[in-house]
């Protein structure tokens, strides 16, 4: 068993809004994970592998994007860029959400073809995580054609998301919602795009699509990167109980809105933090930490 004590925190960040801050001045790891957090008496029976002295700094987990369009590997197509994931690591990510592959070279459209791109995606990423960063690859995207033994056949293969509803030729409520209901039934996470067109071939999402198709995550509802108008937005806020993701690469004035109207309604816990990159609006490395200093 391995055995790491960090000592000397200043402060210990919980991740948890509702306790934000938790008392104590040392953690002990076991195995990777956390065993205990306390005074530096919680750690002075251990014997540890490794002792890390905080020297006052903060601990806090890891930051998570919501809103990645990865490919394969830590290459981004859309700004050729290589190495953002690892970027992204050093502003305190280590867990990066796809929301579809979609700028994937030639990516594929048909069935087939989408299921394959998501099963290596995933499969990829999980054998070779870049700088350790744990990414949830292979979010599926919605296709004409994709029958609900497909939803079952990824979820035997460990895929459990489905892309942003929107950027495949599946837009309509009509045809999405009746796929969201196979999706949910074999376990996965659903996101919608919302909001205005992207890459080419989107399509304009407004609040009654949104909860006629009735996804788990309302994609970058300040914008990806044009946002939906207020109104719009209560309509979700109001209506729905779906997850609210404000990403910085979208509308900040709406960011802004969303998140004193979720603070005044009791409803913080809905809100998550996206980039919306790679994209069009470029790689944000430090965007997770921008969006919690403009909360």
């Given at each position: 068993?391995?055995?790491?004590?960090?000592?000397?925190?200043?402060?210990?960040?919980?991740?948890?809004?509702?306790?934000?801050?938790?008392?104590?001045?040392?953690?002990?790891?076991?195995?990777?994970?956390?065993?205990?957090?306390?005074?530096?008496?919680?750690?002075?029976?251990?014997?540890?592998?490794?002792?890390?002295?905080?020297?006052?700094?903060?601990?806090?987990?890891?930051?998570?994007?919501?809103?990645?369009?990865?490919?394969?590997?830590?290459?981004g197509h859309r700004q050729k860029t290589h190495g953002f994931i690892d970027s992204a690591m050093h502003?305190?990510?280590?867990?990066?959400?796809?929301?579809?592959?979609?700028?994937?070279?030639?990516?594929?459209?048909?069935?087939?073809?989408?299921?394959?791109?998501?099963?290596?995606?995933?499969?990829s990423f999980k054998n070779a995580p870049p700088s350790g960063v744990k990414v949830h690859g292979g979010?599926?995207?919605?296709?004409?054609?994709?029958?609900?033994?497909?939803?079952?056949?990824?979820?035997?293969?460990?895929?459990?998301?489905?892309?942003?509803?929107?950027?495949?030729?599946?837009?309509?409520?009509?045809?999405?919602?009746?796929?969201?209901?196979?999706?949910?039934?074999?376990?996965?996470?659903?996101?919608?795009?919302?909001?205005?067109?992207?890459?080419?071939?989107?399509?304009?999402?407004?609040?009654?699509?949104?909860?006629?198709?009735?996804?788990?995550?309302?994609?970058?509802?300040?914008?990806?990167?044009?946002?939906?108008?207020?109104?719009?937005?209560?309509?979700?806020?109001?209506?729905?109980?779906?997850?609210?993701?404000?990403?910085?690469?979208?509308?900040?004035?709406?960011?802004?809105?969303?998140?004193?109207?979720?603070?005044?309604?009791?409803?913080?816990?809905?809100?998550?933090?996206?980039?919306?990159?790679?994209?069009?609006?470029?790689?944000?490395?430090?965007?997770?930490?921008?969006?919690?200093?403009?909360?």
């Open positions: 068993m391995s055995t790491t004590v960090v000592k000397n925190i200043g402060r210990i960040l919980s991740g948890n809004i509702d306790e934000p801050v938790l008392e104590g001045s040392c953690i002990v790891i076991k195995d990777g994970k956390i065993d205990r957090i306390g005074g530096e008496d919680c750690c002075g029976d251990v014997t540890a592998d490794q002792t890390i002295d905080a020297a006052g700094a903060s601990v806090m987990p890891g930051l998570i994007d919501s809103h990645v369009h990865v490919t394969v590997g830590d290459y502003g305190g990510v280590t867990t990066v959400i796809s929301a579809g592959e979609c700028h994937y070279p030639g990516r594929p459209k048909d069935p087939v073809g989408v299921k394959a791109l998501a099963i290596l995606a995933h499969k979010s599926l995207i919605l296709e004409k054609g994709l029958v609900e033994k497909d939803f079952e056949e990824l979820a035997a293969e460990g895929i459990w998301t489905v892309g942003e509803v929107g950027l495949g030729s599946v837009k309509d409520p009509a045809e999405a919602a009746p796929m969201v209901e196979w999706a949910h039934k074999n376990g996965f996470k659903v996101m919608m795009h919302t909001g205005g067109t992207s890459i080419p071939g989107s399509s304009t999402v407004t609040a009654e699509m949104v909860m006629e198709t009735k996804p788990d995550v309302v994609s970058h509802i300040n914008g990806g990167p044009t946002a939906i108008s207020l109104d719009e937005v209560d309509k979700i806020m109001d209506n729905t109980d779906f997850a609210l993701e404000i990403v910085q690469c979208g509308n900040f004035k709406v960011a802004d809105y969303v998140t004193r109207r979720a603070k005044e309604k009791g409803h913080l816990g809905r809100i998550i933090f996206g980039n919306d990159s790679p994209s069009g609006s470029g790689i944000m490395a430090l965007g997770i930490l921008r969006n919690i200093t403009y909360a």
